[in-house]
Protein backbone atom coordinates (compact mmCIF):
# COMPACT_ATOMS: atom_id res chain seq x y z
CA UNK A 1 0.00 0.00 0.00
CA UNK A 2 1.49 3.41 -1.21
CA UNK A 3 2.25 5.75 1.57
CA UNK A 4 -0.02 8.93 2.67
CA UNK A 5 1.33 12.01 2.02
CA UNK A 6 1.60 12.84 5.68
CA UNK A 7 3.84 10.08 5.43
CA UNK A 8 5.49 11.03 2.58
CA UNK A 9 6.29 14.42 4.02
CA UNK A 10 7.99 12.28 6.65
CA UNK A 11 9.73 10.40 4.79
CA UNK A 12 10.88 13.15 2.71
CA UNK A 13 12.48 15.53 5.82
CA UNK A 14 14.27 12.15 7.18
CA UNK A 15 15.39 11.83 3.44
CA UNK A 16 16.04 15.55 4.26
CA UNK A 17 18.05 15.51 7.23
CA UNK A 18 19.95 12.02 6.11
CA UNK A 19 21.27 14.46 3.27
CA UNK A 20 22.46 17.63 5.34
CA UNK A 21 23.64 14.62 7.63
CA UNK A 22 26.18 12.61 5.12
CA UNK A 23 26.25 14.29 2.29
CA UNK A 24 29.16 16.25 1.92
CA UNK A 25 30.00 18.64 -0.93
CA UNK A 26 32.27 17.74 -3.54
CA UNK A 27 35.23 19.24 -2.50
CA UNK A 28 35.17 18.38 0.97
CA UNK A 29 34.13 14.60 -0.22
CA UNK A 30 37.18 12.47 0.63
CA UNK A 31 38.81 9.85 -2.30
CA UNK A 32 36.83 6.22 -2.23
CA UNK A 33 39.24 3.68 -1.68
CA UNK A 34 37.27 1.70 -3.81
CA UNK A 35 38.44 0.98 -7.55
CA UNK A 36 34.95 -0.07 -9.08
CA UNK A 37 32.76 -3.14 -9.14
CA UNK A 38 34.84 -6.67 -9.73
CA UNK A 39 31.65 -8.43 -10.62
CA UNK A 40 27.85 -8.26 -9.39
CA UNK A 41 26.86 -12.19 -9.14
CA UNK A 42 23.23 -13.54 -9.87
CA UNK A 43 21.79 -16.99 -9.99
CA UNK A 44 21.13 -18.65 -13.43
CA UNK A 45 18.64 -21.72 -13.66
CA UNK A 46 19.94 -22.23 -17.65
CA UNK A 47 23.23 -21.61 -18.19
CA UNK A 48 22.89 -21.51 -22.08
CA UNK A 49 20.00 -19.13 -22.17
CA UNK A 50 21.52 -17.13 -20.04
CA UNK A 51 24.42 -16.56 -22.41
CA UNK A 52 22.69 -16.48 -24.85
CA UNK A 53 20.44 -13.28 -23.34
CA UNK A 54 23.26 -11.39 -22.33
CA UNK A 55 25.92 -11.83 -25.01
CA UNK A 56 23.48 -11.74 -28.01
CA UNK A 57 20.39 -10.09 -26.87
CA UNK A 58 21.98 -7.60 -25.12
CA UNK A 59 25.44 -7.14 -26.54
CA UNK A 60 27.74 -8.23 -23.14
CA UNK A 61 30.57 -10.44 -24.67
CA UNK A 62 31.03 -13.71 -22.16
CA UNK A 63 34.45 -13.28 -20.42
CA UNK A 64 34.55 -16.39 -19.04
CA UNK A 65 33.08 -19.80 -17.96
CA UNK A 66 34.50 -22.30 -15.22
CA UNK A 67 33.73 -24.24 -12.16
CA UNK A 68 32.18 -22.29 -9.52
CA UNK A 69 35.06 -23.54 -6.80
CA UNK A 70 32.67 -23.19 -3.85
CA UNK A 71 30.21 -25.68 -5.39
CA UNK A 72 31.14 -28.51 -7.29
CA UNK A 73 29.25 -29.01 -10.84
CA UNK A 74 28.48 -25.58 -11.13
CA UNK A 75 29.19 -23.04 -13.67
CA UNK A 76 30.74 -19.34 -12.76
CA UNK A 77 30.42 -17.30 -15.87
CA UNK A 78 31.19 -13.84 -16.43
CA UNK A 79 30.28 -10.93 -19.19
CA UNK A 80 31.93 -7.63 -20.12
CA UNK A 81 29.98 -4.87 -19.29
CA UNK A 82 32.69 -2.30 -19.83
CA UNK A 83 35.14 -0.52 -17.88
CA UNK A 84 36.28 -3.49 -16.44
CA UNK A 85 33.28 -4.62 -15.00
CA UNK A 86 31.41 -7.29 -15.19
CA UNK A 87 28.05 -9.24 -14.31
CA UNK A 88 28.15 -12.76 -13.41
CA UNK A 89 26.59 -16.01 -12.98
CA UNK A 90 26.51 -18.92 -11.18
CA UNK A 91 23.97 -21.89 -11.69
CA UNK A 92 23.69 -23.90 -8.82
CA UNK A 93 22.52 -27.57 -9.88
CA UNK A 94 20.53 -29.49 -7.69
CA UNK A 95 19.42 -26.58 -5.50
CA UNK A 96 16.00 -26.00 -5.21
CA UNK A 97 15.61 -22.48 -5.74
CA UNK A 98 12.13 -20.38 -5.58
CA UNK A 99 12.27 -17.70 -8.40
CA UNK A 100 13.46 -14.28 -7.97
CA UNK A 101 11.80 -12.41 -5.66
CA UNK A 102 12.64 -8.83 -4.48
CA UNK A 103 13.57 -8.91 -0.66
CA UNK A 104 15.53 -6.89 1.59
CA UNK A 105 19.19 -7.08 1.36
CA UNK A 106 18.39 -8.07 -2.58
CA UNK A 107 18.54 -7.14 -6.00
CA UNK A 108 15.92 -4.40 -7.07
CA UNK A 109 17.41 -3.96 -9.93
CA UNK A 110 20.94 -4.08 -11.94
CA UNK A 111 21.65 -0.88 -14.00
CA UNK A 112 23.77 -1.18 -17.02
CA UNK A 113 25.22 2.13 -18.92
CA UNK A 114 25.25 2.06 -22.38
CA UNK A 115 25.89 4.76 -25.60
CA UNK A 116 22.61 6.13 -26.74
CA UNK A 117 24.01 4.41 -30.38
CA UNK A 118 24.67 1.11 -28.24
CA UNK A 119 21.33 1.76 -26.49
CA UNK A 120 19.21 2.25 -29.11
CA UNK A 121 20.80 -0.75 -30.61
CA UNK A 122 19.83 -3.31 -27.57
CA UNK A 123 16.66 -1.63 -27.56
CA UNK A 124 16.04 -3.00 -31.04
CA UNK A 125 17.46 -6.35 -30.11
CA UNK A 126 15.40 -6.80 -26.93
CA UNK A 127 12.24 -5.71 -30.32
CA UNK A 128 13.81 -8.30 -32.27
CA UNK A 129 13.71 -11.25 -29.54
CA UNK A 130 9.80 -10.44 -27.92
CA UNK A 131 11.39 -9.00 -24.92
CA UNK A 132 8.66 -6.80 -22.84
CA UNK A 133 9.84 -3.52 -21.30
CA UNK A 134 9.12 -0.56 -19.65
CA UNK A 135 10.66 2.61 -21.53
CA UNK A 136 11.24 5.48 -18.42
CA UNK A 137 12.52 9.55 -19.28
CA UNK A 138 13.79 8.37 -22.88
CA UNK A 139 17.41 6.70 -21.70
CA UNK A 140 16.03 3.76 -19.58
CA UNK A 141 14.46 0.30 -20.24
CA UNK A 142 13.59 -1.69 -17.95
CA UNK A 143 12.77 -5.43 -18.20
CA UNK A 144 13.67 -8.91 -16.40
CA UNK A 145 15.86 -11.77 -17.66
CA UNK A 146 15.09 -14.94 -18.42
CA UNK A 147 15.15 -15.75 -14.78
CA UNK A 148 13.28 -12.74 -13.47
CA UNK A 149 15.88 -10.40 -12.34
CA UNK A 150 14.97 -6.80 -13.27
CA UNK A 151 17.48 -4.91 -15.33
CA UNK A 152 18.01 -1.29 -16.30
CA UNK A 153 19.50 -0.56 -19.57
CA UNK A 154 20.50 3.34 -19.42
CA UNK A 155 21.88 5.57 -21.49
CA UNK A 156 23.18 8.21 -19.20
CA UNK A 157 26.56 8.30 -19.19
CA UNK A 158 28.28 6.78 -16.09
CA UNK A 159 28.28 8.82 -13.15
CA UNK A 160 25.22 10.73 -14.21
CA UNK A 161 21.17 10.06 -14.19
CA UNK A 162 18.84 11.83 -16.10
CA UNK A 163 21.09 14.17 -16.74
CA UNK A 164 22.61 15.38 -13.21
CA UNK A 165 26.11 14.17 -11.33
CA UNK A 166 25.56 11.57 -8.81
CA UNK A 167 29.26 11.28 -8.38
Do not use: C
Amino acid sequence: MAPTQAEVDQLTQARDQLRDKHLHPTAERPATVGRGIHHTALLSSDVERTITFYQDVLGFPLTELFENRDYPGSSHFFFDVGNGNAVAFFDLPGLDLGPYAEVLGGLHHLALSLTPEDWSAARERLDRAGVEYQLESGTSIYFTDPDGARIELIADDLGEMYGSKIG
